[in-house]
């Protein structure tokens, strides 16, 4: 990797980066120092996820994001990838080692929601959502492996406060943050010893389609009630917060096997 504690001249790849919070990393990324290619995909084999449809725009979006890389001085580069398709997952690795020549920090930011009981539950909606948010990570981390082992670089999963707790007609979600967690804790380990780091970043409430299209709605109550109901801060949190502890990851070379929750004080507002 480059300098202890620089991220100038590095090469990044964000999974999911047309999504808001996939953005801001990307963004923060490049703003210290990092040339960033960003992967997401038009389309989906389903329709289980925030946006309810296939056509979920998101490899379109990816290229407005480009532009805000560019702006900071830094390469984008745009890649469409399905993380849970492996041909698909390896050619983003291959295409950001081909065009940058190395990978020095992985971002496995891709992830979808819907909302239902189990036992209401479809064995296709259980499987889309443990595809994207695990098998995902697994996949990418994989393919990745190898070139991060000669950068001594970084893994950072966005996994969830639902990681850490459980929430009813979430049952799917909550799990497969849950399992984010503990891949994160064991790739730290197993990676350990050719120094490259793994941790996990737990967001909150941001203001994304995952709130506003699928969680809201089953509240019953306005995204700004429960701002104030859940956050002792008092306020949602944002995609360049998630962006920043991305980079506080990969600065960081003796932070390794963490997951931290960015969410104003949600998880311990326990009473």
Known sequence: MVAEHSLEGAVSIVTGAGGQIGEG???????????????DVDVLDTEYNQQ???????????REVVDRIEAEGRRGHVA??????????????????????????LVNNAGIITVDPVEDMKEAEWDSVMDVNVKGVFL???AAIPHLKESEGTIVNTASIAGTIGAAGLGHYCASKHAVL?????????????????????PGI?????????????????????IERVIPL??????????????????????????????GGILQNVI
Do not use: H
Not at 191 to 202: E, G, M, Q, R, S
């Open 182 to 202: 503990g891949l994160t804790k064991s790739l730290s380990l197993e990676l350990a010893p050719d120094d490259v780091t793994v941790n996990a970043i737990c």
């Open 206 to 226: 941001v203001d994304t389609p995952m709130w506003n299209k699928v969680l809201t709605p089953t509240l019953e109550e306005d995204y700004a009630d429960t």
């Open 25 to 39: 990393i990307a963004v923060e990324l490049a703003a210290a120092g990092s040339d960033v290619v960003v992967a």
């Open 140 to 142: 990418c981390s994989q």
């Open 234 to 263: 008092g306020r949602d949190q944002t995609p360049e917060d998630m962006g920043r502890l991305a980079v506080f990851y990969a600065q960081n070379r003796n932070v390794t096997g963490q997951a931290l929750a960015v969410d």
């Open 52 to 62: 309810s449809s296939r056509e979920v725009s998101g490899a379109t979006r990816a």
């Open 80 to 105: 469409e990838c399905d993380v849970t398709k492996a041909d698909q997952v390896q050619a983003l690795v291959d295409e950001t080692v081909e065009e940058f020549g190395k990978l020095d920090i």
